[in-house]
């Protein structure tokens, strides 16, 4: 299998975590500590917080020892698949936007990817159907990432 039919079908879709947490001083310390204790990289994160809870939205490297580590030390989460697209600069995030809406997909929530490369980031998209949008994304020339391309 050469490096072309890997660029077209990425090995299993990208998780992400959404940490449900009270809104309290320091939890997000917390929990980057924690990860960061067994060599779990944060590779992108947002956070949504209301005045009393906040949602943590992250993408580790290794989702597997992450998952373990969040039910052993009882944060509530939810987990779910994400597409993500990588770009060359911001004057792409239009052309990522204008294929989907020419498909017709709609975006929940967008966030971009703490570092890549020096040329290339990489953005963290939830959609209402993740597969018609990577078809549509392919489509238009974009290299749409899997877990196992942005795993250790």
Do not use: C
Request: charged share 25%; net charge negative.
């Amino acid at each position: 299998m050469g490096e072309t039919t890997l660029r077209q079908r990425p090995r299993g879709p990208v998780k992400q975590f959404s940490v449900f947490t009270p809104n309290r001083l320091g939890r997000l310390h917390t929990l980057t500590t924690l990860l960061a204790s067994r060599n779990v990289h944060i590779l992108a994160l947002t956070v949504l917080d209301t005045t009393d809870s906040s949602i943590i939205r992250l993408v580790v490297d290794d989702p597997d020892a992450g998952r373990d580590l969040l039910k052993e030390h009882d944060f509530p989460f939810s987990e779910s698949e994400l597409l993500v697209v990588e770009i060359a600069s911001e004057t792409q995030l239009k052309d990522v936007l204008a294929a989907l809406l020419e498909a017709e997909i709609n975006i929940h929530y967008i966030y971009s990817f703490m570092t890549r490369s020096q040329d290339r980031t990489a953005l963290a998209l939830h959609l209402e159907d993740r597969e018609v949008a990577e078809m549509a994304l392919r489509n238009h020339q974009f290299n749409v990432l899997g877990q196992a391309d942005i795993s250790r």
